[in-house]
C-alpha cells in the first residue's frame, strides 16, 4: 500500500523503495533504523539523502542494496525485485547497481595493488580476456583523472584521501552500472578536494549516463548535485522535494532547523542564537507519533498521537507534518 | 586593538623527524590574541594548525623540534620547566579537542575527572569541588547533572561529551581556551549549539579564545580575527570582516569559492582548487600554493613570500600577487 | 603523484627499521640450525646412537667437540640431530594448526552465527584440557612416535590459531572494502580468499613463529618425561632428560641442550615479535 510516495516521474522510475524497515537488535534493545520509507528515483535523476547522523540514511544505502537485510518492504530495480532474489541472481544484478563509500582509504583492500582492485568487478563478471580488462581499467582511470602508468602497480596507502575516493569511484564504474549509491563520498575529504569530487561526480554523471543516490549530512554539497533531496529524521523522511525549492522554502520544521543551523562564510550573517533545542532522541525508544516533535516548537497533542504520513502538499513536494511551514 | 595581548606567538617552527625526511609542521608563524577575543586558525588537514596549538600548549611528540617563542601573559612557555607549565595548564591554558571519546578518560566516571581536575588546580575539598562540578555541568547545558557525575562517557552522546570536555577546561577559569576543531565531530544542529555555548561562556568569563577549523562558515560567524594557515604558514591574517570583504590571498579566495553554498543552484560546477597541498618533507622553494595558485607568476616560484602589512591596518598576507580589493566574497 | 597523506600522529614518526643487530643474530641462529638439521646426514659427524661405553661422559676432546654423554654418544652429533627431530615436530605442528586452525578461524570471523558459536565453543572446551595431559593420554593410546607426536600438538595448537584468525577476520569484515567486494557480487569464497587471507596472514604468520617457539619447548617438555621422541632418536628435551642424572658429574649434558634450545626459542621469539611489530602498524594505519 503506497500511499505518499514521492514520486518522481509518472512512469518507469529506474528505483522503487516501498515500505522499507529496518531493524535491527543490540542486546536485549532494538534500533529502529529504518521506518516505513518509500521512495521512487527516475532514469537519470540524481536524489539527495539528507539527514544528520543517526537518522538510518546509511542503512536506508545498504538495504536498497541488499547488503544490508531488511525486516519487510520491496526494492524494486528495473521492474525487478530485489528484495526477492537470492544467491547468483543477486549477485549479477549487484553489476548494475554500486556504491561509494565515506572512508576512502578503508574502501580499498590495502594488500591488493590498484590495478588488481579496479580490476575486481570485471574479474567476478567473468571477463576472461586480461587485455581487455587492462584496457578498460586504464580507460577508468583516466576517467577519473589518475595516470594508469603511475597508479596501478602500488599499494593504497600510498594514496591521499581524494585519489583513493577517484580509485573507488572507477572501481564503481568499471562495469558501467545504470545506479549508484554515494554515501557520504566526501565527508571525509578536506574542503579543496571536495569540490574536485563533486565536479568529478557529475561528469562521471553525464559521462555514463548514471542515476544517483547521494547521501550526505551536508546540506550544501547536497544540494550541489542533487534534483531533488530527501529529508531523512531517526529513520523516516520529513519531507521530499526538488533541490532548490526545498531549501528556499522549507516545509518541515526540521528542514528550517537544519538550514538555519549552519554557518554560512558570510561575517554579515549572524549565527541564529537559536531556542534550545536539544539533543536528537535515541532510534532505540523514538518518540511516539511524529519523532521530531520533541525538538519542535510546533508540535502539540496530535504530533505525539498521530504518524504524520508523506502526502503531497504541492506539485512534486511532499512533507510529513501535521503543521507544515507552508 | 586596544585590548591587551595575552598570548604572542613569535616565529614558532615545529620539525618533525619521520623516515621520510625532515617534516617542518610549522614554518615561522607569528600570532597575537588579545584577552576576551577570538583568534580563529582556519586551513585543511595537514596545514599545521594542530600542531601549532600543540606546540602552545607544549604537547608535541617527544620528537618534535620546537624553535621561537610563545609569550604567555608574559612568560615565554617554551622555557617553562614541567612542573610551573602545569599549575599552568589548567588555571590560565585550557584546551578542548575535537574527538571528546578519547579526550576525556574511558574509564573514569565524569564526576571523577572534573572533580579531580578541580581539587588539583584550585585549593578547595571534595565536597566544594563536587558541588562546584554540578555547577559546572548546569552551566554547559547539561540536564541533571547530579546524575551525570555517576556517568561514564560512553553513556553520553557526543554533544553531551563536548559539553562535558567544555566543562573540564573551563573548571579552573582559564584565561585562554584553545578549542581545536571542536564541533568537527558533531552534528549541524549540536554544532550550533555548541558554539553558541562557547561565545556565551567566553563573553562571561572575558576569555580568549583560540578556534581552530578548517570550517569558513564558522571562523566567519564567531570570531574576532582569522588566521589562514596553509603548509605551515600563516598565509593570511586580518579581522574577521576584512578578511571575508577584501581578502587578499588566492588561496582563500580558492577556498572560499570551492564551498558548496546553500544558496547556489543545483548541478553548478564548483570552482575546484586543483592538485593537492605539498608534501611537508619536500618543501617547494617559492611559495607553497603556486603550483595549484591561478594567479602564479615566476616570482612566485622562486621565491618565498613573507606576510606583509597591507594598506588596511592589521591586515596581513604573504603574496606577491594579491588579490584587488574589489574582489571580495566570490559567490 | 603518490604521496602520504599527511596525518601527523605519533606513528609517522616511528622508524619502521627496528630491525637491529639482535634481529640478524636471531636470523642467523635459526640458519644455522635448520641448515645443519637438513645436512646432519652429509655433514662429518659420528652417528649419534654409536655408543662408546670406555668414553662415558668424556669431557671436550678433538675426537668429540662437544664430549660423550652418558652412553658414550658423541654430543654435538645428538645437538645436531636433535636439533633436527625438535624443529620438525615444531616446525610441522604449527603449520597443522595455522592450516586448520586458520581456516577454521577465517569461516567462523566470517559466517558468525551458529557455526561460529559452535567453534568458538569447542575451541574453548579443547583450550580447558591440561595439554600436556592430553598429550601424555593420547600417546599412552597410540603409541610414542614422531608423527603421533607431531599430529598431537599440532592438533592442540588449533584453537590458539583459531582465536588469531577469527579475530582478525573479525576486524576486516566491518572494513568497507569488504562491503565493496559484496557489493560487486563476489561470492563468500571470492571474498575469504582475495579479499580476506591476503590480510589475515600477516597476524598468523607472526603468531606461526610464535607458535614454533612454543612447540618446541613443548615437545622439549614431553621428550624430557619421556613420552615425545622415542628413543634412540635423540631430541634436546630427551637429552635434557638424560642429562638430569649427570647434573652432579657433567653438568654440561644437561645445559648444553637446554642452551641450544633456549637460543633456538628465544630467535624464533624474537623473529615473530618483530614480523609483529612491522606488520601491525601498517595495519593501524590503514
Redesign the interface.
Known sequence: MMHGVAQALPRDPLLKVENLVVEYAVGAKTIHAVSDVSLEIARGETLGLVG??GCGKSTLG?AI?Q?RPADSGRVVFDGCELTALRGEA??????R???I???P????????QIGDIVA??LA??GHRDDKKRQALVEEMLGAVGL?PA??TG?L????????CQRI?IA?ALV?NPEFIVCDEPVSAL???????I??LL?EMKARFGLTLLFIA?????V?????RVAVMYLGRFCEVGP??QL?ANPAHPYTA???????????D??????V??G??PSPIAPPSGCRFRTRCVRADKRCSEEVPELREIAPNRHVACHHPLM | MTAPVLLSVEDVAVDLPTPRGNLRAVDHVDLEVAAGRTLGIVGESGCGKTMLSRAILQLLPKRAKLAGRVLFDGQDLLRLGSSALRKLRARSLAVVFQDPMTSLNPVLTIGTQLIETLMEHLVIDLAAARARSIALLAEVGIPAPEQRLMQYPHELSGGMRQRVALAIALSCEPKLLIADEPTTALDVTIQAQILDLLAREQRRRHMAMILITHDLGIVAGRTDEVAVMYAGRVVERAPTQALFKSMRMPYTQALLAAIPKLDAPPHAPLPAISGRPPDPTRPLEGCSFSPRCRYAAARCQREKPVLREAEEAEHHYACFNPLKITAGLSA | MATLELRIREDVTVRSRRLGLLFWLAIGWIILIFAVAILADVLPFPSPTDMDMLEKRAPFSTEHWLGTDGLGRDELARLVFGARSSLLVGLCAPVIGVVIGGALGMLAGYFRGRFEALLVGSADVLLAFPPLILALAITAYLGQSILNLTLILGVLGVPAFMRVARAATLALSRREFVIAAQALGATHARILLRELLPNVVLPLTAFFLVGVAITVVAEGALSFLGLGVPPPTPSWGSMIGEGRESLDIAPRLAFLPAITMFLSVLSFNLVGDTLRALTDPRQGAL
Open positions: 544528520e547522523s545498504r542494496l547488503l543477486l549477485r549479477k544484478m549487484r553489476r547497481i554500486q556504491l563509500f565515506q572512508d582509504i578503508a574502501s580499498l583492500n590495502p594488500r591488493r575486481e568487478p567476478i563478471a595516470d603511475i597508479v602500488r593504497p596507502h600510498e594514496f591521499s584521501g581524494g585519489q573507488s572501481r562495469l578536506d574542503v579543496s578536494i571536495r569540490a574536485q563533486l565536479n557529475e549530512h551536508d546540506l550544501a554539497v544540494k550541489a548535485v542533487s534534483d533541490s532548490e531549501f532547523l537544519l538550514i538555519e543551523a549552519i554557518p554560512v562564510p558570510d561575517p550573517v549572524r549565527p541564529a542564537e537559536r534550545r533545542v539533543e536528537p
